[in-house]
């Protein structure tokens, strides 16, 4: 079992350090994009399993 002296160590930086790269260069928080993502996903879904016109199939 790992053991953390103290919390520099167990945050993996100096405290008050703003993270910059990575997905936080765009968004702070990186688990809302994916809440957003969910959402829209399962908005299409309903909609065409209501039948919504935008999302049924065309004929060409």
Known sequence: MTSFANPQQ???GETG???TAG???YIRHP???GFVAAAAGLT???LALLGH???Q???T
Request: net charge positive.
């Open 10 to 12: 167990l945050n993996g």
């Open 17 to 19: 350090d703003l993270v």
């Open 23 to 25: 997905n936080y260069r």
């Open 31 to 33: 688990q809302y994009a």
């Open 44 to 46: 299409v879904n309903e």
């Open 53 to 55: 016109p935008a999302c």
């Open 57 to 59: 199939r065309r004929n």
